[in-house]
């Protein structure tokens, strides 16, 4: 029972947390004190939907660099949120440089249960295109993920067939196949909102596109900055 109630009230200072949206996972954990920092953390964890993507350098990156690929991730970011559906946010790859995140929603890209594109989002996604094809040397992440309903069996597979139909699509527009480096579904394991209410299951059924730093772009930005451009 008792571990029960305190459950109990770590979720509620999770929801309690979750609406102070300037406020760093960090800071939201530390809250919480020593003994319930690890629950919380991983249902902060599990609702955050903070993926993070590419692959991590021998090297450090210096603060030039990062510099000068954080400029060109926020001219990306701008050129991507002129397109219509598309929510934009800013994100951290595995060497801590700034990254976009583009999330499309089973509203705009799927039918329930489906991983063909709708017309609206062909439109959109060949708008999007236009983005990728002036940033050739950011690679990319597609990501499907469904709600909780059904099964794995069923929410898998379909989860990366709608990340594949993206990746297709964008192909057809023109995008290099070569710019896309990672293509999976997640099926139900990464929500971003609660299976409990339509609203929340509509969030879940997402597809995300990632733009992170290739390792040309930061070898090349590492070689302007004056930095070490050795990758163990």
Known sequence: MKANKFSICALCALLLLGSCSNMSNTAKGGLIGAGGGALLGGLIGKFAGNTVVGAAVGTAVGTGAGVLIGKKMDKAKAEAAKVQNAQVEEVKDKNGLKAVKVTFDSGILFATNKADLSSAAKTSLAK?????KKNTDM????????????????NDPLSLRRAQSVEGYLSTCGVTSTQFKDVLGKGSKEPVASNATA???TKNRR??????????????AQKEAGENTGVQ
């Open 207 to 220: 597809v995300e596109v990632y733009l992170y730093a290739s390792e040309e772009m930061i070898q090349a």
């Open 199 to 201: 609203a929340g299951r």
């Open 139 to 154: 690679d990319i992440a597609i990501y499907g993920h469904t709600d909780s309903t059904g099964t794995d069996a069923i």
């Open 128 to 132: 999007f295109a236009e983005v990728l």
